[in-house]
């Protein structure tokens, strides 16, 4: 007769493994999913902060500030650095202070580094706002395209548009041609 011992020794050591990684990977899967929904809470703290005319104020006054100093020329003059400097510390400071009110164990470090790890799979306003701080060709375009708004150089494209319906299933059609033969001008 087998003993109980004799049992657990029969017993394939790897057999308890399997239920071991299953337990691992599901304990991973919930704590990725907890930083998942920290990260999208912030983000949408973020997106109500940017969102107030605090904020609107602080980043026009700043562009305000600066914009006259910036060129559409492939050279960056040395100034553009201590501009970014004062933009990414401005902008980094009350995006933290509002943070920091709103969830009070926010760290900006941490978030610093999820964005910079999650960068590829990030779009939208937010994120071009973050993008800023770490990538000054993106922060020279955003003050480019300040100066051409204020210039009034940009290229309003919202008057040569025009809507028509792809099929006639969209409603009644105006048009009595049934030819599929590309007008010409010749008769």
Known sequence: MASVHDKDLD???????EDMECGESEFDESNSSIVDEKFDSIVGHIEDIIMQDEFQKLQEQFYQKWYKEFDDNEENKFIYTDIHKEYTSLIEQHLETELVKRIPD????????QITERKDELDGEVFEILLTF???IAFKDMMLDYKMQIEGKTVDLSCGLCITPLSSSCGPSTSTSTSTQPHTGKR
């Open 106 to 113: 926010f760290s900006m470090e941490e978030f610093s580094r």
């Open 134 to 136: 770490t990538d000054f």
């Open 11 to 17: 017993m394939n050591p790897l057999e308890g493994d």
